[in-house]
Structures are given as structure tokens and as C-alpha cells.
T-cell receptor, first 115, second 114 residues
Framework: GAVVSQHPSRVICKSGTSVKIECRSL??????MFWYRQFPKQSLMLMAT?????????EQGVEKDKFLINHASLTLSTLTVTSAHPEDSSFYIC???????????FGDGTRLSIL | AQKVTQAQTEISVVEKEDVTLDCVYETRDTTYYLFWYKQPPSGELVFLIRRNSFDEQNEISGRYSWNFQKSTSSFNFTITASQVVDSAVYFC???????????FGKGTLLTVNP
């Protein structure tokens, strides 16, 4: 149980393109979903927290107009990297949890490469 | 503020050796959770264990064991008789506070050589 599906697993696109990444909880309803970014050989950095039906809460230093997060249902959150540039190239991972003190379940991540 | 420190950046061992990965944490919360995750080269995060702050009992799962000591704010992870498939980056993480966000350590790259 507690499976989180993240798509696509890899994206390669040209600079200026907007890229959408989906995160779905397959067998549970996620009250909260999280988006992380990981640069090579570094740790996971939380970008934002999203609760179903409300605006995402972004961590300090994360541009909300650059990284659009939508959490329209209890099983789906999307991250859109708008007008992506090479510096946005990274590994993006989502997670979902059922309740406040419940563990987060992670997707398999999306490798984004902007040429 | 929460903080997780994994002082060992990289560890290299030979197969069948035992290896301990250190994790020290800081938090002002009385209720919190500690985690270990494994991240193989493919990138996905594999959940290994979750421990709450009120349960200091050590845990063993096959070749894996965890030692939680509140007195030293440590949550160390030992792999017994390491195998090549154990090669990965291991992250220690902490969640607590009003929203239970996860704070990750910087990770330890474990390389097990044949």
C-alpha cells in the first residue's frame, strides 16, 4: 500500500519550455503533498507544501511564479516549471501523506534536463 | 529549528564488513519522528524505518539495525555483513513541529566493494 506515482520520470526539453510533473497517490487520499528538489550529490530540499484545495506554501527562496503547484484533488498534485532554463535542471521528487503525523510516501522522482 | 547532521559524507567498505552510519539531530519538539531512507543510483527514495521520540527501543530488521539514543540525540544505522547491493546514499531525516515537515541530513554515500 501507500504508493505514489510520479510522471514523467525523465524530461529533456529546450530552454523556455514549461514542464508539468504529476504526482498521484494511487491507493490513499493525501491531505498533503510535498515537492522537493535535489541537485547532484546533494540532499533533498523542500520546495513547497500543498494541501488539497488551497494554495501551496512555498519555502523561502522558491519562486512561486516559477514553480506553479496545483493540488486539485486528494490524489493529484502537479508542479509546473514555467519557462524553464538550464539552471532549473534538477531531480524533482514529490511525496504524499495521509495525516499530519503520518509518514511521507515518495514518488520515484523526475529528472529534468533543460538544454 | 530542526537540524540533521550526517557527518560522514562518504564511506567505503569491503563486502561482508559491518558499517555504521551516524546521524545526530537537533529539535526543540518533544514529539518528533526520525527516519532513514536509502537512495540507490536510480534515484528513488526507499523508506527504511520510522521511529517516534517516545520509543527508544533499538530495532533490528535482517541485516539492518538502528540505535536511537535521546541522551545524545543520535539515531545511528548499522548494516551487518554489507553487500554490494547496499551501495547507495543513505539519508537520515527528522519531522516534528506543527506541520511535521521533513528535514533531511546531507546524506552518506556508502560504497560496498566486492
Amino acid at each position: 500500500g501507500a504508493v505514489v506515482s510520479q510522471h514523467p520520470s525523465r524530461v529533456i526539453c529546450k530552454s523556455g519550455t514549461s514542464v508539468k510533473i504529476e504526482c498521484r497517490s494511487l491507493d490513499f487520499q493525501a491531505t498533503t503533498m510535498f515537492w522537493y528538489r535535489q541537485f547532484p550529490k546533494q540532499s533533498l530540499m523542500l520546495m513547497a507544501t500543498s494541501n488539497e484545495g488551497s494554495k501551496a506554501t512555498y519555502e523561502q527562496g522558491v519562486e512561486k511564479d516559477k514553480f506553479l503547484i496545483n493540488h486539485a484533488s486528494l490524489t493529484l498534485s502537479t508542479l509546473t516549471v514555467t519557462s524553464a532554463h538550464p539552471e532549473d535542471s534538477s531531480f524533482y521528487i514529490c511525496s504524499a501523506r495521509v495525516g499530519l503525523d503520518q509518514p511521507q510516501h515518495f514518488g520515484d522522482g523526475t529528472r529534468l534536463s533543460i538544454l | 529549528a530542526q537540524k540533521v547532521t550526517q557527518a560522514q559524507t562518504e564511506i567505503s567498505v569491503v563486502e561482508k564488513e559491518d558499517v555504521t552510519l551516524d546521524c545526530v539531530y537537533e529539535t526543540r519538539d518533544t514529539t518528533y519522528y526520525l527516519f532513514w531512507y536509502k537512495q540507490p543510483p536510480s534515484g528513488e527514495l526507499v523508506f527504511l524505518i520510522r521511529r517516534n521520540s517516545f520509543d527508544e527501543q533499538n530495532e533490528i530488521s535482517g541485516r539492518y539495525s538502528w540505535n536511537f539514543q535521546k541522551s545524545t540525540s543520535s539515531f545511528n544505522f548499522t548494516i551487518t555483513a554489507s553487500q554490494v547491493v547496499d551501495s547507495a546514499v543513505y539519508f537520515c531525516a527528522l519531522s516534528g513541529g506543527s506541520n511535521y515537515k521533513l528535514t533531511f541530513g546531507k546524506g552518506t554515500l556508502l560504497t560496498v566493494n566486492p
